[in-house]
């Protein structure tokens, strides 16, 4: 009996660890199935490609589908809206559209914004310096 | 499944088997108590020998990579395995377990399971790694494990030893250190402090009483460091705010004392070598802690002259007991231990220097207390860092050491009888019982009245040693209490159940106060993950080049953003406390604040220019509008809690 008491003791304290580990794994897990992220495709693109310095993803770790209302403003001047559905554990991709294009080509200045409007908050992204309008 | 499998096969391999195999090679008598003994040295000395290992390799320029990482470790483990197995006697491994013993182990058992439950329900609520401390520390460690070589830090605030084993574990089970691995290494640290100081509970008590007197005060001693103020700093907090160097600082001060006194007990060479193991292993693991062993040993050695002293004086054959106290001290004062310390001594420091071994960091740590948080803590504050009760039993058994070393001295028949006392003044028993008061009433000055000693280190650093001295003193407070009724007049002993009640009972209520926040769920571990998915975005969108600032007053988890940029320590940048940019002894930069708090402003934008920033990274709803509304910042990231901007 005495023989094995390190080894209960050990095997206890692993299992304590175990136990840690594992709820520290699924707790980061979890939490990172409760939000979504907004950002920039290729922040540091050199190229002067309009549509891959303005695209954005939209990042849902959610389970459930997602409606935002996109918004684009230029020098905060509504020229377009669309509406995007982004599915649970899904990324959503979102390039200017046609429409957008052509009325970009009539604003003189660099800033550009877009903004998502979803139910609990909005999120404004403006993008000044990577914009070349052609 | 397989990388929790593959974990703890890397933690028994190199936290374990090395310091095992160590133990089992050279030692020829076990009288361990309950194998606790072999367990809590493997883990110590494993941390040491890896530590030694890997700073040796280092300077053979050889990488730290996974070949390495199992070669080394193992070529250790299989040698001294051979040994083990070749010198093996069948009577060592005999161990007879006696009935009395069943008793002793099933309540050592339950009070481990006891304590077991109330830190670990305490930390599955701190599981998602977020404590700023252990975010620094995992950089270094994450350092070896990317660039497959030991970190120069180039500041004395950060010693090898603290980041060896969490990289080698890193590689070794191909676990991320962004993770609970590192807490859960330091949980088994942790919880092995608390066996090292039942240990000494023990090896103290048996050294001048009966076995069975020091087994219950190795119970109580448990008792009070493990199950009472199980949560509060030095304890459970510590583990998870991630204060790598104060915990194995408070595993190994313990066990060096613990096998000095074992080694002049027993005689035996392996005491005395685990014992140069271990100084060296916390030479080379924390600054702080070296530092206290260094002042609790210089207080004991002047004490145990002065008592040694006085008894010689008053022998008739003074020589005589001279000469019984070399033959003594003899497992430590031969010539081949002497010079074997030495030559691990000189490989060490020629392996590498600690960085806190230069005479500027020296400078800031030795000298009158420079600032108010030196000068001393409050009878109170040092209260509260003890636990009032315990500390209230550790004075209490600091009387009846007192009463002990006086009985011996005087060979005192009465008080022997008494105290149940079964040995004579001779210089183990003075040394035992030295060791534990000066212990305490060293760190009792050294937070109490630093200026005494010449001591300019934050006073309340030093107040978070206290607990361990004053647990293992409480120990032996309650015991001889309670024995001293038992001991009284019939009508007292009708007073025992009472007395015990109030012992206990008072223990519970102070002792077991901080786990009212039990289980706690961390209500920031989404905004955690966030910081996280921003730290892999910028890592992965930004150039090394590229300067970041981040938010620490706001943002959780903040300091792990380096372990998904590995760039240089200090970038990201951090906007820290306000009040830490008001030091009236110096000039600190305020860039940090401005870039933050006004970034639209001449001074915020000649910061941004100074230190070349282009990223901000902050938590939603704290300072972030005037990024959204300036045209001098674009915003490219954003989530429910977090955002970053960059630069235009």
Same mark, same amino acid.
């Given at each position: 009996m005495k023989k094995y008491i390190p080894v209960i003791v050990l095997v206890l304290l692993l299992l304590t660890s175990s136990l840690l580990f594992w709820k520290g794994e699924d707790s980061l897990r979890k939490s990172s199935q409760n939000y979504t992220l907004f950002y920039f495709e290729n922040t540091q693109s050199t190229t002067n490609n309009i549509k891959e310095n303005l695209s954005f993803l939209i990042e849902n770790n959610k389970l459930e589908t997602i409606n935002y209302k996109l918004t684009h403003l230029i020098n905060n001047q509504e020229v377009f809206t669309e509406t995007i559905e982004v599915k649970g554990n899904t990324i959503k991709k979102i390039a200017p559209s046609d429409k957008l294009f052509s009325e970009i080509k009539k604003i003189e200045g660099d800033s550009f914004m877009y903004q998502i409007k979803t139910n609990r908050n909005s999120n404004n992204f403006k993008l000044t310096k990577k914009i070349s309008i052609e | 499944m397989i990388e929790l499998i593959l974990l703890n096969l890397s933690i028994i391999f190199i936290l374990f088997l090395p310091g095992y195999f160590l133990i089992k090679a050279l030692r020829n008598k076990n009288d361990d108590l309950l194998g606790i003994e072999t367990l809590t040295l493997s883990l110590a000395i494993s941390i040491a020998l890896i530590d030694f290992i890997f700073i040796f390799i280092n300077k053979l320029q050889i990488p730290i990579n996974l070949f390495t990482v199992i070669l080394f470790p193992g070529i250790l483990i299989i040698g001294l395995a051979v040994i083990y197995f070749i010198k093996k006697s069948p009577l060592e491994e005999k161990i007879n377990t006696d009935k009395k013993d069943y008793k002793f182990i099933k309540i050592f058992l339950i009070l481990i399971l006891f304590a077991v439950v109330i830190k670990g329900g305490f930390l599955l609520s701190k599981t998602v790694p977020s404590s700023t401390d252990l975010g620094h520390h995992m950089y270094w460690a994450k350092y070896i494990q990317t660039f497959n070589h030991l970190p /120069?830090?180039?500041?004395? /605030?950060?010693? =090898?030893g603290e980041h060896i084993i969490f990289g080698v574990i890193a590689i070794a089970s191909g676990v991320t250190l962004v993770s609970t691995m590192p807490m859960i290494i330091l949980f088994l640290i942790n919880f092995c402090s608390l066996f090292a100081l039942t240990l000494l509970g023990y090896e103290v008590a048996i050294n001048f009483t009966n076995k069975k007197n020091a087994k219950i005060i190795a119970l109580l001693v448990f008792i009070t460091i493990g199950i009472l103020y199980a949560i509060a700093s030095p304890q459970t907090k510590y583990v998870s705010g991630g204060v790598i160097g104060n915990l194995i600082g408070n595993l190994f001060i313990p066990l060096l004392i613990f096998s000095f006194l074992k080694a002049l007990r027993t005689k035996q060479k392996v005491y005395s070598i685990i014992f140069a193991i271990l100084l060296f292993g916390l030479i080379f693991t924390h600054h702080l802690s070296s530092f206290v062993f260094l002042f609790i040993s210089l207080g004991f050695i002047i004490l145990t002259l002065i008592v040694l002293t006085a008894k010689t004086l008053l022998n008739k054959n003074k020589l005589e007991t001279l000469k019984k106290y070399y033959s003594e001290l003899k497992v430590f004062l031969n010539i081949k231990y002497i010079i074997g310390v030495i030559f691990l001594g000189i490989i060490l420091l020629i392996s590498r220097i600690p960085s806190y071994l230069n005479p500027s960091a020296v400078d800031t740590a030795v000298g009158v207390p420079s600032k108010a948080t030196r000068t001393g803590l409050s009878l109170m504050s040092i209260l509260e860092t003890a636990g009032p009760w315990r500390f209230f039993y550790a004075a209490i058994g600091v009387i009846f050491f007192t009463i002990i070393i006086w009985g011996l001295f005087i060979n005192s028949k009465k008080i022997a009888e008494r105290l149940e006392l079964t040995e004579k003044f001779n210089l183990k028993t003075t040394v035992v019982i030295l060791f534990p008061i000066v212990w305490l009433g060293m760190l009792f000055i050294m937070s109490y009245k630093p200026g005494l000693l010449k001591i300019d280190i934050p006073s309340n650093r030093i107040g978070s040693y206290i607990s361990y001295p004053a647990a293992l003193l409480s120990g032996f407070g309650i015991f001889y209490l309670l024995k001293l009724i038992t001991g009284a007049s019939a009508g007292f002993k009708k007073l025992f159940p009472i007395v015990f009640i109030i012992v206990l009972g008072t223990g519970i209520i102070s002792g077991l !106060? /901080? =786990? !009212?926040?039990f289980y706690e769920e961390n209500s920031e571990n989404k905004t955690i993950s966030q910081v996280f998915a921003g730290s892999e975005f910028l890592a992965e969108k930004t150039e090394d080049s590229d300067i970041i600032i981040k938010d620490h007053i706001y943002m959780p988890a903040d300091t792990w953003m380096k372990l998904f940029l590995m760039r240089e320590y200090k970038n990201p940048l951090s906007r820290s406390f306000l009040k830490r940019y008001n030091d009236p002894t110096k000039n600190r930069e305020t860039c940090t604040r401005d870039m933050i708090a006004i970034p639209d402003s001449p001074v915020g934008q000649s910061c941004f220019k100074e230190y070349e920033t282009n990223y901000v990274f902050l938590k939603k709803g704290y300072d972030n509008q005037q990024f959204e509304n300036s045209s001098n910042f674009s915003k490219i990231f954003s989530s429910e809690d977090v955002v970053i901007f960059q630069r235009n």
């Open positions: - | /120069d830090y180039g500041m004395p /605030d950060f010693i =090898i !106060s /901080d =786990i !009212s926040n």
